[in-house]
């Protein structure tokens, strides 16, 4: 059952929709309606694209970071989004702390919310 939070692996196109990668992808949230729909977001190693004040870092260090089912320091990348059906996510790795979920969240809204 995928849940919010959650560590899932997802082929993940590429900008330019020409290829997809299998990468990891945090759960954002469920759509509401009647299709079994969810908001994701990509994670990638590149800890050099982050931007600040906006992507999450997530580090060796980090008390959520055995947790999370990554290999290795990586980014959540908050402008890398995307909706997708419950099937086409391949299982969870692991998850973060609520704590950060929420965090990632507050950014994310405010991004939108801003002018």
Excluded: Y
């Excluded at 692996?9 to 929709?17: A, D, I, R």
Aim: proline share 5%.
């Amino acid at each position: 059952m995928i849940q919010e939070g959650q560590v899932v692996l997802f082929n993940f196109p590429e900008t330019g929709q020409t290829s997809k990668k299998l990468r990891p992808a945090l759960v954002i949230r469920k759509l509401p309606g009647v299709f079994d729909d969810w908001l994701i977001c990509m994670i990638s190693s590149q800890l050099s694209q982050r931007i600040p004040d906006f992507d999450e870092a997530i580090n060796k260090e980090d008390d959520d970071f055995p947790k999370s089912g990554l290999k290795m320091p990586s980014l959540v990348r908050a402008g890398r989004l995307a909706v997708v059906e419950r099937k086409t996510l391949q299982g969870a790795i692991g998850e973060i702390n609520e704590k950060r979920l929420a965090m990632i969240k507050d950014r994310l809204s405010e991004w939108i919310k801003s002018t």
